[in-house]
């Protein structure tokens, strides 16, 4: 009777396959960084530019003058510039930097078993064609 190895061509496959699902993971992980990162970065920016054509910031310097009129008037200076920032795109950035912050440590302990499984999977592949 003739014995077929099959151990061979099926953990090809299972090498394959395992390959094919981390990186499809290491790239979704990658993209929400990115989509989580330009939510952020473009809020941040737009909120930036926002204040800067307004000049709030100009009423802080208010608080360059004497100390009378910074007792006297710190409240409406801090109401004024309040009521000026532009709070949707700041709740869009808050809201970019913690999905970054939580995807990064939400995903750390699948991050190392995936960096093991990649270095498995290279030492397999290595071995593997270093046999044949």
Not at 77 to 102: D, H, M, N, R, Y
Request: hydrophobic letters at 50%; proline letters at 2%.
């Amino acid at each position: 009777m003739k014995t077929i190895d099959l151990s061979k061509p099926v953990m090809q496959r299972v090498v394959a396959y395992e390959k094919k699902r981390t990186w499809l993971w290491i790239l979704l992980f990658f993209l929400l960084l990115f989509c989580a990162g330009v939510l952020a970065g473009m809020s941040l920016w737009v909120a930036t530019q926002d204040v800067a054509s307004r000049q709030t910031l100009d009423l802080l310097s208010l608080f360059g003058e004497n100390w009378e009129i910074i007792a006297e008037y710190w409240q409406d200076t801090a109401s004024v510039v309040w009521e000026e920032l532009p709070k949707e795109t700041l709740t869009l950035a808050l809201l970019g930097i913690t999905a970054l912050v939580v995807l990064i440590v939400a995903t750390r302990h699948k991050r190392r078993i995936i960096r093991k499984k990649l270095s498995t999977l290279e030492k397999y592949g290595k071995n593997r064609n270093n046999r044949t």
